[in-house]
């Protein structure tokens, strides 16, 4: 029976999955790097401006303009090159990558095709498993440079996407905008973990692309972007299965769970005596499953040729040399010596890593909180939020400074852990800085003792039985009057302070 790529076939159990089959990953990672200027132009980089503001004939692809190719991003390239130990080429070319899509105004993308600027490196991961953390050393195949395309936003119909749409909308700001490609070699023998080692794989490279500041890798800006290939094979001696290349998957745990979900897909075929379609497939964040796309069985022909509009790239070697000198300490090296300083315990720093928030907690307590207190917001509340939102913890709507100042507000006692969660809600939805959140919902703790008096005496007032009962010696009874000027004061009182006086009104 063949199962075809159109049919959505039942899932496999995850834990059956990886008994039958050996997963096998690839992950393509896409950085945008932060340069001010284009690949091949002078235009401005910046994310948002309006639409179609930063442009020129040459990102335009129109007739007679030549590109010039950004000094930044081959430097920004060959540092990270250097950090993930891959060999520089002494001479390499870009090539035209030649299809038509509307949002690539030249027909062609200027790409590195056969002749990469770095090749040959490796990254290691760290992935928490039951027993403790493991080290995987992920194999990297090559880093090119390549520009970005436009961004297409197709209008009407369901899903987004070209097909049934009513009309589309380009926008090229950010075509031109220097890329980096980052391309692993298969990687092997990680067996059930495979989801884990995606997510933390990725987590870890963003780190190192943010240790040499040449990105702001923000995934839900699409500045990274991940695609995930995935095979499975009945033996890790058998030859590589046939793989399936997910797009779209814009969060690290988007990352996770769409390699999850494609070797539950996947070995569900197998297992009914289907097989695996080499296609694209799209990942729907909503739904946690993945649809098919472009299938890849025929290999395109994007007509491949060198350049001729560029001279070739001949890093010289002293310059080189003077880049790997210049290398920031790893980033590992870093995250070690932030978990000293911390003292966190291994899994506790893990958890961090994983969660994406150790520059979020770094920056946080850089700007005046303490590290519990720090970890226990992003973790916590904010992770939540992020949840919920199905986002990632730097995407979130609030910055390190802001998390400081609310952890300040809980220390000086103008907020409680309650009232700070809803100011949390506040800068979340855009009510401004902590301190306006707090004014504008009125929401600092009541600590002015006449106020609070009064509300113990309307409480005990309102009810006289359990007043009675306290005043008779019944000390555990103040609970309900607590309780009761809690509800009046919508959690703005100071708990522990409304007791002592609840106590002190009635002997
Ligand atoms: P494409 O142009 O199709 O995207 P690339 O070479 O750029 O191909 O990337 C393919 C990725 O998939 C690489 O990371 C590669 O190591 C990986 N890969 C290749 N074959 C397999 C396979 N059978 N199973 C899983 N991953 C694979
Ligand atoms: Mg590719
Ligand atoms: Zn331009």
């Given at each position: 029976m063949?199962?075809g790529a ?12 990886v ?15 932060g ?6 132009c ?31 991003a ?41 002749e ?14 039951p ?16 520009e ?20 589309s ?13 980052i391309?692993?070699?298969?990687i092997?023998g990680?067996?059930?973990l ?16 943010r240790n ?28 590589l ?12 745990r ?16 197998l ?6 379609v ?23 022909d ?12 001949a890093?010289?070697?002293?310059w080189?040399e003077r ?14 010596e932030?978990?000293a ?29 303490a ?16 949840n ?11 910055t ?5 100042r ?7 006692g ?19 800085e ?20 009064a ?6 007032a309102?009810d006289?039985?359990v ?11 103040a ?18 302070r ?10």
């Amino acid at each position: 029976m063949t199962v075809g790529a159109s049919v959505t076939p039942e899932l496999a159990d995850y834990d059956e999955a990886v008994a039958s089959y050996d997963p096998v990953l690839g992950l393509e990672v896409h950085v945008e790097l932060g340069t001010l200027s284009k690949m091949f132009c002078g235009c401005a980089t910046a994310f948002g401006a309006e639409l179609n503001t930063q442009v020129c004939p040459t990102c335009l692809g129109l007739p007679g303009s030549l590109p010039v190719l950004n000094q930044q991003a081959v430097e920004s390239t060959i540092r990270v090159g250097l950090a993930l130990g891959c060999d520089i080429a002494a001479w390499c070319r870009f090539a035209r990558k030649n299809y038509f899509y509307p949002d690539m105004p030249k027909n062609f993308q200027i790409s590195q095709y056969d002749e990469p600027l770095c090749t040959d490196g490796h990254l290691d991961v760290d992935v928490l498993t039951p027993a403790g953390t493991t080290t995987v050393r992920v194999e990297i195949e090559r880093v090119h440079m390549e520009e970005d395309t436009g961004k297409s936003l197709h209008v009407g119909g369901a899903t987004g996407r070209i097909h049934g749409a009513d009309y589309s909308l380009v926008d090229y700001n950010r075509a031109g905008i220097p890329l980096i490609e980052i391309v692993t070699k298969p990687i092997e023998g990680t067996g059930r973990l495979a989801p884990e080692l995606a997510r933390a794989y990725v987590t870890t490279l963003r780190e190192v692309m943010r240790n040499l500041d040449v990105s702001d890798v923000r995934m839900e800006q699409g500045s990274l972007r991940c695609d995930a290939n995935v095979s499975l094979r009945r033996s890790p001696s058998d030859p590589l299965g046939t793989r399936s290349e997910t797009k779209n998957v814009n969060s690290l745990r988007s990352v996770e769970r769409a390699v999850r979900h494609e070797i539950r897909r996947q070995a569900a075929l197998l297992d009914a005596g289907g097989r695996v379609v080499q296609e694209t497939r799209h990942w729907h964040e909503d739904t946690g499953s993945t649809t098919s796309g472009r299938s890849k069985e025929q290999a395109e022909d994007y007509r491949y040729f060198p350049e001729p509009d560029l001279v070739p790239v001949a890093p010289v070697a002293d310059w080189v040399e003077r880049l790997r000198s210049e290398l920031p300490a790893p980033a590992s090296v870093r995250r070690r010596e932030l978990q000293a300083r911390w003292g966190m315990s291994d899994p506790e720093m893990q958890t961090l890593v994983n969660a994406g928030a150790v520059d979020l907690v770094g920056d946080t307590v850089g700007a005046g909180a303490a590290v519990d207190a720090a970890r226990k917001w992003w973790l916590g509340e904010l992770a939540r939020h992020a949840n919920e939102r199905g986002t990632d913890l730097s995407a979130l709507p609030i910055t390190p400074a802001q998390v400081a100042r609310l952890v300040q507000l809980v220390e000086d006692g103008t907020l409680n852990d309650q009232l700070a969660r809803q100011v949390i809600e506040g800068v979340l939805a855009g009510e401004g800085e902590p301190d306006q959140v707090v004014e504008r919902r009125g929401l600092a703790v009541v600590s002015d003792d006449a106020a609070l008096t009064a509300a113990v005496d309307e409480a005990l007032a309102a009810d006289p039985e359990v007043a009675e009962k306290i005043r008779g010696g019944k000390v555990a009874a103040a609970g309900a009057i607590v309780g009761a000027v809690m509800r009046a004061t919508r959690g703005q009182a100071d708990a522990g302070r409304v007791r002592e006086l609840v106590l002190e009104r009635c002997t």
